[in-house]
């Protein structure tokens, strides 16, 4: 523990997001937010916070009751929550659901008035986010790719770290709105950057908890107490996030998943989508990723297995033998 009070914490944070004119320009800006999940749902309530008017729609009845509850508009549809608003927020599960969101009568894009700038914080395939950045510059937006890492916990906190795709003006743009939901905001580069940054981030993440899972494995059966490999390795050569912020095994890290009875977090399935993307686009750019597709297989496996809701460090059980 670090012993920092929460004012203490709240004012590093404060201190990292941007400038002055950005953070008057938060306190004023309309904005339509579609896709309020587990990741969606908080990020909205930040946006909220932060003291943005923010217009809401979901599928989910109950979604939206929630996000009003906590100070958002209902918009009837994905049309009312793109009208009229200087960004659109979407926050959904994958590339079909976005293109459907954007493009149609009732889509964003038919929507949005000129200049409005669209964020998708969604995890999708690269191709996906770049017809949906076509498609919303051909109508005069302004789009970024802005996929999230930091995980429900992140969410909810404000501290997610967004990869953002698109152009520098659109970046600028979108810039003080993301500070209202995550603390670290990295321009990846043109649209797709931030899609491509995500699924090379979580493909490391997806093989190095397999790696790390064999590990404690193996240690078990060579009779190698699970803490001492712990303060080996975490500080050691073997030391990643896998093992010293999310370890698989009961604790030696009293906060991961591992010691709820790998209760989400990040789910399997969760999982297995980003690696699936990441080998969709490793065999179309001709990228060589042998331990990614291992990786997906692993995760498919342990999924069919009826464990696709379970986190994804609850691997380290099908490596120990259970079903
Ligand atoms: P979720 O399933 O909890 O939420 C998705 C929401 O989108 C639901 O409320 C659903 O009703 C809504 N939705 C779907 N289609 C819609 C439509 N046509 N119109 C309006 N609403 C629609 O998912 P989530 O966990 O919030 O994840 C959302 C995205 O964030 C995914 O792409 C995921 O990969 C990514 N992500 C998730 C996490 C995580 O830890 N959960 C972490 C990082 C990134």
Redesign the pocket.
């Known amino acids: 523990m670090s012993g920092r009070s929460s004012a203490q914490k709240t004012h590093e944070k404060q201190t990292k997001k941007p400038r002055d004119g950005y953070q008057r320009r938060l306190q004023m800006a309309n904005i339509g937010f579609?896709?309020?999940?587990?990741?969606?749902g908080p990020m909205a309530a930040n946006l909220v916070k932060a003291g943005h008017m923010v217009k809401v729609?979901?599928?989910?009845d109950d979604?939206v009751a929630n996000a009003v509850e906590g100070g958002a508009h209902k918009a009837a549809s994905?049309g009312a929550a793109a009208a009229d608003v200087d960004f659109v927020v979407t926050?959904?599960?994958?590339g079909k659901?976005v293109l459907?969101?954007y493009d149609g009568l009732d889509g964003v894009i038919a929507h949005a008035k000129p200049g409005t700038v669209l964020i998708d914080?969604?995890?999708?395939d690269v191709d996906s986010a770049r017809k949906a950045s076509e498609l919303a510059k051909a109508a005069g937006l302004g789009v970024v790719d802005a996929?999230?890492?930091?995980?429900?916990a992140g969410a909810a906190a404000g501290t997610l770290t967004f990869m953002v795709g698109g152009a520098d003006a659109d970046f600028a743009s979108a810039e003080p709105i993301l500070a209202a939901m995550g603390s670290n905001i990295v321009h990846a580069g043109d649209s797709g950057a931030g899609q491509a940054a995500k699924i090379c981030n979580n493909m490391v993440l997806g093989v190095s908890m397999i790696a790390v899972s064999e590990a404690f494995m193996l240690a078990k059966r060579l009779g190698l107490d699970a803490q001492k490999l712990f303060e080996v390795s975490s500080k050691a050569s073997g030391q990643c996030w896998a093992l010293t912020s999310y370890c698989p095994v009961p604790g030696p890290v009293p906060t991961s998943p591992a010691n709820r009875d790998y209760q989400p977090g990040?789910a399997v399935d969760?999982m297995l989508?980003?690696l699936k993307l990441a080998q969709q686009a490793s065999a179309e750019s001709g990228a060589t990723t042998p331990m990614g597709a291992l990786a997906e297989s692993l995760y498919a496996l342990y999924s069919n297995g009826g464990n696709g809701d379970m986190d994804f460090s609850a691997i380290v059980k099908m490596l120990d033998g259970e079903k």
């Open positions: 579609i896709g309020l999940g587990n990741m969606g729609f979901d599928l989910s979604a994905v926050v959904l599960p994958a659901h459907a969101v914080s969604s995890t999708i996929p999230i890492s930091g995980g429900t990040f969760m989508k980003d």
